[in-house]
């Protein structure tokens, strides 16, 4: 009797593992079942008018200029500086904006005129953040010495 009940959840745990394999089987190998960034598949979205594209982007913009005076006050930056960093970004921002309307002339915008606009984003704010490995954030390197050097 003890023979049989062995058998039954031997059994049952090979099918408890081979339910998920057959569940993913029909994804084709190296796909993800799941998309990145919340589930949006970004190439249907466009071709995508020039209205909701210049949406999004000053949306990006409006959401970025909030992070920023919300550091900038964290960090008591004085006022004197917080002008110069809001104006940089601010031209930033122009730069970026005039990038979206130049994509979107033709009343549409493309994945590549998207991918165009973001290129030249990523490009101008590189220009504003300091280099990787400075300072105290999660892209800080530390030097071989820099131990030593703290301990003496």
Do not use: C, Y
Not at 54 to 69: L, Y
Not at 122 to 151: P, W
């Amino acid at each position: 009797m003890s023979r049989s009940w062995i058998k039954v959840a031997l059994v049952s745990l090979g099918l408890a593992a081979a339910v998920p394999a057959f569940a993913f089987a029909g994804a084709k190998a190296g796909e993800s079942t799941a998309l990145a960034k919340g589930d949006k598949d970004h190439e249907k979205q466009f071709p995508m008018k020039a209205d909701a594209f210049m949406e999004k982007v000053n949306g990006r913009i409006a959401k970025m200029e909030e992070r920023v005076t919300k550091r900038l006050e964290e960090r008591n930056v004085p006022d004197e500086k917080r002008k110069e960093v809001l104006a940089k970004f601010a031209a930033t921002s122009e730069q970026i904006r005039a990038a979206a309307r130049a994509a979107g002339e033709d009343g549409t915008v493309t994945a590549d005129e998207a991918k165009g606009v973001r290129k030249i984003a990523k490009d101008l704010r590189g220009k504003h953040k300091g280099k990787k490995g400075e300072g105290k954030g999660k892209g800080a390197k530390k030097s071989k010495g820099s131990d030593a050097a703290a301990s003496n």
